[in-house]
């Protein structure tokens, strides 16, 4: 590597440092500034996030676990081969990110956060909650969404096919397109007068 690439990396490194260690316990963090930052190697256990913004962000290789991420603005950050253990997004931004891209096993949780054109294809989620988002064009492909709590959330555009919703809860949600021949239902809530829109798929004459 040259001179000028080791500075570079450096200063990369150093302005990670400010706010981090490589291992963090405990700790909150407040309006830290990391906008296309990348950040590699680092580890967070229980700590909590409160307006930070990570914008843009390439998370490689980090670990997260029992943390809360508080009115945080993730959009268009990448999660590429990170643990995330129990995380919990309130009231934040985290669109268009692709969480296939984290490590597995995965659990998160999102409370009245903005997830538009995200993805979760094949993900194994089993009671993760979406509650009072916004979840609008996000693929749900394939994901195994068992016992999750979807209520109160605006799914418009949103992709279920192949989709395990056994037990899961979409009362109170609105816009969802969910064909019942191509995606599992077995004891899912849903409530009126949306649940309509599940006959959609079906070749049948409503009156």
């Known amino acids: 590597m040259t001179l000028c690439g080791l500075n570079e990396l450096e200063e990369i490194r150093g302005s990670q440092l400010v706010y981090f260690d490589n291992y963090n316990e405990g700790l909150e963090f407040n309006n830290k500034q990391l906008k296309d930052e990348e950040l590699i190697n680092f580890e967070f256990y229980g700590c909590r996030f409160i307006k930070c913004n990570f914008t843009g962000v390439i998370f490689k290789k980090c670990r997260f676990e029992d943390c809360i991420f508080i009115e945080c603005n993730l959009s268009l950050a990448s999660p590429k081969f990170c643990s995330f253990i129990d995380v919990d997004f309130k009231n934040c931004k985290a669109i268009g ?6 490590a597995t096993p995965i659990s998160i949780n999102f409370y009245s956060s903005t997830i538009n054109s995200s993805s979760f294809f094949g993900l194994n989620l089993t009671q ?3 509650s009072d988002c916004s979840a609008k064009e996000v693929n749900f ?7 999750g709590n979807f209520s109160a959330t605006n799914f418009l ?12 809860d979409f009362r109170n949600s609105i816009n969802y397109s969910i064909n019942p021949e191509y995606n599992l239902l077995k004891q899912t809530r849903f409530s009126t007068p949306e649940v ?3 006959l959609s798929g079906l070749d049948i004459i409503l009156d």
């Open 141 to 147: 492909t394939e994901a195994n969404l068992t016992k």
């Open 196 to 198: 309509i829109s599940l």
């Open 128 to 130: 993760i909650i979406i």
């Open 157 to 168: 555009n949103s992709r279920f096919s192949k989709t395990n919703l056994t037990q899961s």
């Open 97 to 102: 990110i692709n969480w296939s891209e984290a």
